[in-house]
């Protein structure tokens, strides 16, 4: 770099350029090529926006002991759509309710209207002796084959087109345990 100020300023020019390039070709990128390379799942700390995460789709958690008259039934189809009894992947908002939250299974127990389903989430951390959660064990909706809980003091309004993919469908028998949960805890008809 020359000493005269036409060299520093053409250096500047130069490095602004440089980083504007860098920056346009990170933004010019699809949802899809910003995301890691990890399988279908976004790293942590990832600031693209997941399905169910935003706008009319956005799941919302409910308040159990105000949602009445619920029908936990069992109906999975394998269609693509969301049905009671399947485990699918959508964006689940963390308890502080601060916007932000994550990919992560939800269990769908009924249909709430035409656009949405009511749902319990899942996690593989172990809440063991803990009476809001139920073991489920393992299954095909968690790939490193780790025992699941579901969160029976939780619930979920998913949208439909908020649900990232169908994992599995659950068994009968865990299914209709988790439905009889529920239905002691709030009332619900399970069946």
């Known amino acids: 770099m020359t000493t005269n100020g036409n060299g520093i300023l053409s250096a ?3 490095a602004g350029a440089a980083i504007l390039t860098s920056f346009a070709r990170g933004s010019g990128k699809t949802e899809a090529a910003r995301r890691p390379a990890t399988g279908n799942r976004p790293a942590a700390g990832t600031a ?7 706008g009319i789709a956005e799941t919302v958690e409910l308040d159990p002991r105000s949602v009445r008259g619920l029908r936990v039934r069992y109906a999975p189809q394998r269609d693509g759509a969301p049905d009671a009894g399947e485990i699918v992947w ?7 309710r601060d916007g932000r939250g994550k990919d ?3 269990l769908v127990i009924a249909t709430q209207s035409a656009d949405r ?11 063991d002796g803990d009476r809001d959660f139920l073991s489920l064990g393992s299954g095909p909706w968690d790939g490193q084959g780790r025992e699941s809980w579901v969160d029976v003091d939780q619930l979920y309004s998913v949208h439909v087109s908020g649900v990232r993919r169908e994992a599995a469908a659950l068994d009968r028998d865990r299914f209709e345990r988790v439905a009889g949960v529920l239905e002691r805890r709030f009332g619900w008809t399970a069946g």
């Open 12 to 14: 500047l020019v130069a």
């Open 104 to 106: 992560r299974p939800v």
């Open 90 to 96: 959508t964006w689940v908002p963390y308890a502080e």
């Open 117 to 127: 389903v009511y749902a319990v989430k899942l996690t593989s951390k172990s809440h």
């Open 48 to 54: 693209t926006l997941e399905p169910g995460h935003g």
